[in-house]
């Protein structure tokens, strides 16, 4: 259901993004998270104008984010947008960059749904954003320990 400051917002851009920890791209997920934005679009009236895909796990070599937040900065119609993603840890898998991530975009004067979490206040919505990031940074944490381990 589109809140109030929502109602004013027609056109919808998404953001899916799929990466395992061995660098493996998951194009199921990548297709489901596109469904699930495309289905969520034209049950809530927004024209979805463009999906940005990325298929890796390293936050530097991400070029469809990258040339997401260079659009969302050279366009006039921002109020008139939101940004939807599956999951709130596809914008950065680690907490900081996620948060520079959506500090960006809120700059842009875009709004995130989080079509996973949209029934939450957006109290509740924050901080479970932030404890699905910190869980991703543990395991990412782990996998680089075991891997170590491995090696050695």
Do not use: P, W
């Not at 289905?39 to 298929?55: C, G, I, R």
Request: with cysteine; proline share 0%; aromatic share 6%.
């Amino acid at each position: 259901m589109r809140t109030d400051n929502l109602n004013a917002r027609t056109k919808a851009i998404a953001y899916v993004r799929s990466s395992t920890a061995q660098h493996v791209v998951d194009s199921e997920q990548i297709c489901f998270q596109t469904q699930r934005i495309i289905e969520y679009a034209k049950s809530n009236s927004f024209k979805l104008e463009n999906v940005y895909t990325d298929s890796g796990c390293i936050d530097d070599n991400l070029f469809a984010r990258e040339t997401m937040l260079f659009d969302l900065s050279q366009r006039s119609d921002t109020n008139e947008l939101v940004l939807l993603v599956d999951d709130i840890s596809n914008l950065g898998r680690n907490l900081s960059v996620n948060l520079d991530i959506r500090d960006k975009i809120h700059q842009c004067g875009v709004e995130i749904i989080v079509i996973g979490m949209e029934d939450l206040n957006k109290e509740t919505a924050d901080l479970v954003m932030r404890m699905r990031i910190a869980h991703t940074e543990y395991e990412d944490n782990l996998v680089e320990e075991v891997i170590s381990i491995q090696e050695d």
